[in-house]
C-alpha cells in the first residue's frame, strides 16, 4: 500500500507528463486533456511520489447539477497494485462529496475486471449495460452508479 503521495489538482503543466503516460487505450491526446482542464464543469486529480516527480496517476471527473462522472482513471503499469488507484478515486469521491453531488456515474468495458474490482470496492453498483459502446475492441460497457457519502458539519 503506497503511503507516501501526493494527490493535487492537474495543471497545464502537467500535459507533457500525461501524454507521455498514454500508452493504453483509450489514449487521450495533449488537446483532449486541455479540453477537460478547461471544461467549466471538470476537474482533475493527478498522483505522484512529490511535488518535483513524475505522475503516477490521474483522475478525470466532472460535476454538473448535483451529479457526478468519472471519465477516466489510469495508474502508470509500474505504479498499479499499490493503492494509487485507490486514494485518487477516494480522493474524488471526497471532492465530490465537498461539492454537494448525489451521485456519480462511470462506465467501464464489461473485461476490465480490475477497475470493474476497484469500483466495487468503493461502493459503486451495476446499474446497467451500453451494448458496443467501446471500439478497437469493440465491447459492451457496464454502467456504474454510486450514492455519494454526505460530508457531516459540526453538530449534525
Ligand atoms: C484500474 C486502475 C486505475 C487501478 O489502479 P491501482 O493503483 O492498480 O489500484 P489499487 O492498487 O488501488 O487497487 C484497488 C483495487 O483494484 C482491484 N485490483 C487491483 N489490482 C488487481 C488485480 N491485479 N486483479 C484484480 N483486481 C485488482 C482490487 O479490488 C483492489 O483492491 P484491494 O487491493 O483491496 O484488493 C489501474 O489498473 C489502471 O490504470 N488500469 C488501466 C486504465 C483503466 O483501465 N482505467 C479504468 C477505466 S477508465
Not at 125 to 145: C, H, T
Request: hydrophobic share 40%; with cysteine; charged share 25%.
Amino acid at each position: 500500500m503506497t503511503t507516501d503521495l501526493l494527490i493535487r489538482a492537474m495543471t497545464e503543466a502537467d500535459l507533457v507528463d500525461l501524454v507521455r503516460n498514454e500508452k493504453e487505450k483509450p489514449v487521450w491526446s495533449a488537446a483532449q486533456f486541455a479540453e477537460e482542464l478547461y471544461h467549466p464543469h471538470a476537474w482533475q486529480f493527478v498522483a505522484c511520489h512529490d511535488a518535483s516527480s513524475n505522475i503516477i496517476g490521474y483522475v478525470c471527473c466532472r460535476t454538473v447539477a448535483g451529479e457526478a462522472e468519472i471519465l477516466k482513471i489510469f495508474v502508470s503499469a509500474d505504479s498499479r497494485g499499490h493503492g494509487v488507484g485507490s486514494m485518487l478515486l477516494g480522493a474524488a469521491l471526497q471532492r465530490m462529496a465537498e461539492e454537494d453531488a448525489a451521485r456519480c456515474f462511470l462506465e467501464v468495458r464489461e473485461s476490465n475486471i480490475i477497475a470493474r474490482n476497484l469500483y466495487e470496492k468503493f461502493g459503486f453498483r451495476r446499474i446497467g449495460m451500453r451494448r458496443n459502446y467501446y471500439s478497437s475492441p469493440r465491447e459492451d460497457a457496464i454502467v456504474y452508479r454510486s450514492s455519494i457519502k454526505k460530508i457531516s458539519g459540526f453538530g449534525s
